[in-house]
């Protein structure tokens, strides 16, 4: 049996290795990184701890398997980071931009993220103000948890009076895409002459 419940603080070391083991365009990227918990500080941590209110997991009898995590107000998230979330990790990793970025590795990569965390368009926030994150381990896909996740998520936010989210996947996630199409996402055209592999997407809650 598979259940989705809100997060828990006893969540957070699975949650790290889901974001790892889905964090190469939901391939494992345990070998892309030294540091396995750098994923996690960037794209779930941060919510499960800032924002439980909109966090949920999904766990079966081996323990949990995946989440959806994501904030009511994105610029208002954006900015509680800031204070309260990337100065500690700030203080850890060194921010790599003295070196040429294709010498970079992976967790120099994510480093980068930490110190110039990069807002969401405005073109894409505009009357989708709430965003998520989302992610299950292979032994939950395709038993329409990821449908159930996302139902929980938007019922919500919706409830919280949200008028529509949002949400990065990259390019390469052609199986993320899918799913988003399907249940009903629409992609954000990307202006002329960008070349950014981030493909955004909305949804609307009127």
């Known amino acids: 049996m598979t259940r989705i419940r809100p997060v828990a603080p006893a969540d957070l070391d699975a949650l790290y290795a889901i974001s790892l083991q889905t964090g190469d365009n939901g391939a494992d990227a345990s070998a892309l990184y030294k540091d396995p918990r750098l994923i996690g500080h960037i794209y779930v941590a941060p919510y ?40 500690a990790l700030r203080a850890r990793y060194a921010d790599p931009q003295d070196r040429p970025p294709q010498s970079w590795s992976a967790d120099e990569m994510r480093a980068w993220m930490i110190h110039h965390p990069y807002p969401a368009p405005e073109r894409v926030l505009a009357g989708h103000p709430s965003h998520l994150h989302i992610n299950l381990l292979p032994r939950l896909q395709g038993q329409g948890m990821g449908k159930a996740l996302m139902d929980r998520f938007l019922e919500t936010v919706r409830s919280g009076g949200s008028p529509g989210v949002h949400l990065g996947t990259g390019e390469a996630n052609v199986r993320a895409r899918r799913f988003y199409d399907i249940y009903g996402f629409h992609t954000v055209p990307r202006p002329e002459g960008a070349r950014s592999q981030t493909v955004w997407m909305q949804y609307g809650l009127g």
């Open 48 to 87: 499960a701890v800032l924002s439980r209110q909109t966090a949920f997991v999904a766990e079966d009898d081996s323990g949990v398997a995946g989440y959806i995590v994501g904030a009511l107000d994105t610029r208002a998230f954006e900015a509680r980071l800031e204070r309260d979330w990337w100065p």
